[in-house]
Nanobody, 114 residues
Framework: QVQLVESGGALVQPGDSLRLSCAAS????????MAWYRQAPGKQRELVAT??????TGYADSVKGRFTISRGAKNTVYLQMNMLKPEDTADYYC?????????WGQGTLVTVSS
């Protein structure tokens, strides 16, 4: 069974940096795409950043220039978040796609507050 496990969420101050990690287990194939989503309290889940197996990346306008998504070995994906703002506060979810299959992690909480 495929599982995605996120880590790295924390309480940080505005302007700080944080790195989220997501590791997959239970799979022998390489995901076609992996992404990070986030959901703030009372809001819909939104796409933050995505990366394809070929190395392409995409970002939400709200995080361009501050966040960087990267893919490591064995279906791992990272999200480097710099210059964090209070509005970045949310649960961050890892997402992975293989064919018609979509997988989600359980989420990791990022709180940006002074």
């Amino acid at each position: 069974q495929v599982q995605l496990v996120e880590s790295g969420g924390a309480l940080v101050q505005p302007g700080d940096s944080l790195r989220l990690s997501c590791a997959a287990s239970g799979t022998v194939f390489s995901f076609e795409a992996m992404a990070w989503y986030r959901q703030a309290p009372g809001k819909q889940r939104e796409l933050v950043a995505t990366t394809t197996r070929g190395g392409g990346t995409g970002y939400a306008d709200s995080v361009k220039g501050r966040f960087t998504i990267s893919r490591g070995a064995k279906n791992t994906v990272y999200l480097q978040m710099n210059m964090l703002k209070p509005e970045d506060t949310a649960d961050y979810y890892c997402n992975a796609v293989y064919g018609l299959r979509v997988y989600w992690g359980q989420g990791t909480l990022v709180t940006v507050s002074s």
